[in-house]
Each structure stands twice: as structure tokens, then as C-alpha cells.
């Protein structure tokens, strides 16, 4: 990947980051496996554990806010690093279209946050309106060709996007 990516290369239980740092790069696993985890109520809790493909990090940089959980290398892992600046210049540079669905995915999605946790969803016109487009982009998401033109990176994370909008859109949504 070309651009200001940075890898970076961790040990097994070498911190990757830790919760309540400041957010400021997202990564892509290249190779090796990253566990996921949060203090809850003073015990260490695993959220997942992810593998190569896979972006993480990225809630906080797209936030502008400190870490939710700490990350861990559970073997050596091979990563891509991006850098908020790295972020908002490769979105800039996409085309308006791409560019919109990004910022409204990225929007939709913290929104809705924590949404594991809400007991009643909104349920308002403003809400159902930016289902019926979160709907649409993930549709149009799954179509062949549809994340030609974009890095592993960007792509991974769009397609990252797209997965937090199905889990927040009501069960058995249609436009």
C-alpha cells in the first residue's frame, strides 16, 4: 500500500493500544491475531479476537475520542497503521459519492452508539430517513466492483462501516 501508511510489527502481549488512550491511528491486521479486550468491573473481559483482513482502532480515530477497549498482539502480528491525518486526507481524496457515504456511514454508525446497549432504538422520521439510506449503501455495498478503486485499507474499512449499519438498522428493514 502506498501513502503514509506505517507498519508496524508486535510481539505476542505486546500492547497494540490501551482503553482510555488517545485515539490517533486505526490498523489493519496484515498477519498475526489482535484480542480485543475491556476492565469491566475490575476483571479483563475479551470482546473478540480478530485476524488478518481486519481493521480495528478506527472508532476512536473517526471519533475524535479516547479508546474504548485495549488491544493486544496474541502472536507477532504484522500491521498497517493509519494515521487520523493519513485518514482524512485518503477521504478527501475519494470522489464526492464515496466521499458522502463514508462521512454518513461514519456518522449513522456513532450515532447509534452504544447500540448493543440501547433499550429502545429512535424511532422518529429523522431516524427511519437515514435507515432507508444505511440500507442502501449496504445493499449497493454487497454488489460486485462495488470497492474497486480503494486501498485494502480504505476498502476494509468501508466494509467494517457497512457491518456496524446492518447490526444498527431494524431487524427486517426494507426501503
Aim: glycine share 8%.
Amino acid at each position: 500500500m502506498d501513502g503514509d501508511y506505517v507498519p508496524r510489527i508486535c510481539q505476542a502481549g505486546e500492547a497494540v493500544f490501551v482503553e482510555d488512550d488517545r485515539a490517533g491511528e486505526a490498523f489493519l491486521i496484515r498477519s498475526g491475531r489482535v484480542r480485543i479486550h475491556k476492565l469491566e468491573n475490575g476483571a479483563d473481559k475479551e470482546i473478540d479476537t480478530i485476524g488478518a483482513g481486519q481493521i480495528f482502532g478506527e472508532m476512536g480515530v473517526l471519533s475524535d475520542m479516547n479508546r474504548m477497549a485495549s488491544a493486544t498482539a496474541v502472536e507477532e502480528t504484522t500491521l498497517v497503521c493509519c494515521h487520523r491525518r493519513e485518514l482524512v486526507r485518503r477521504l478527501e481524496e475519494l470522489s464526492v459519492d464515496r466521499r458522502d457515504a463514508f462521512r454518513f456511514l461514519i456518522v449513522y454508525c456513532q450515532d447509534l452508539l452504544p447500540f448493543e446497549m440501547m433499550t429502545e432504538r429512535p424511532d422518529d422520521e429523522d431516524t427511519r430517513d437515514r435507515d432507508k439510506i444505511a440500507y442502501y449503501l449496504v445493499r449497493d455495498a454487497e454488489r460486485p466492483g462495488e470497492l474497486d478503486g480503494l486501498d485494502p485499507f480504505m476498502g476494509g474499512l468501508y466494509k467494517l462501516l457497512i457491518s456496524y449499519a446492518k447490526r444498527r438498522l431494524p431487524p427486517g428493514f426494507s426501503a
